[in-house]
Nanobody
Framework: QVQLVESGGGLVQPGGSLRLSCAASGNIFSIYTMGWYRQAPGKQRDMVATITSGGSTNYAESVKGRFIVSRDNTKNMVYLQMNSLKPEDTAVYYC??????????????WGQGTQVTVSS
């Protein structure tokens, strides 16, 4: 069992910045992928950014150049630095933890989410 707790959400004006944090605890393995997903009202949950244990990253096209995902394996933390925020970035942001073994997903955990609202 893995527990994920997000923090750092809030209200910010367009063009502003926000930094989200996710703390993982429990039965954490050394090789796993962490990611950030978001769900806006009336929309499905979409991938925002992911980062592997080795540091490889992947971003949604809509956030490339604006968001940066990073992790600190020694602290079991993952971060999402969000810059140049737009109203369309408004959503609940969720932290995700996944483990894959031989092509099979063996673990998939989610945090409870943190609200990010971009509005003037």
């Amino acid at each position: 069992q893995v527990q994920l707790v997000e923090s750092g959400g809030g209200l910010v004006q367009p063009g502003g910045s926000l930094r989200l944090s996710c703390a993982a605890s429990g039965n954490i393995f050394s090789i796993y992928t962490m990611g950030w997903y978001r769900q806006a009202p009336g929309k499905q949950r979409d991938m925002v950014a992911t980062i592997t244990s080795g540091g490889s990253t992947n971003y949604a096209e809509s956030v490339k150049g604006r968001f940066i995902v990073s992790r600190d394996n020694t602290k079991n933390m993952v971060y999402l630095q969000m810059n140049s925020l737009k109203p369309e970035d408004t959503a609940v942001y969720y932290c995700n933890y996944q483990r894959w073994v031989q092509g099979r997903k063996t673990a998939d955990y989610w945090g409870q989410g943190t609200q990010v609202t971009v509005s003037s």
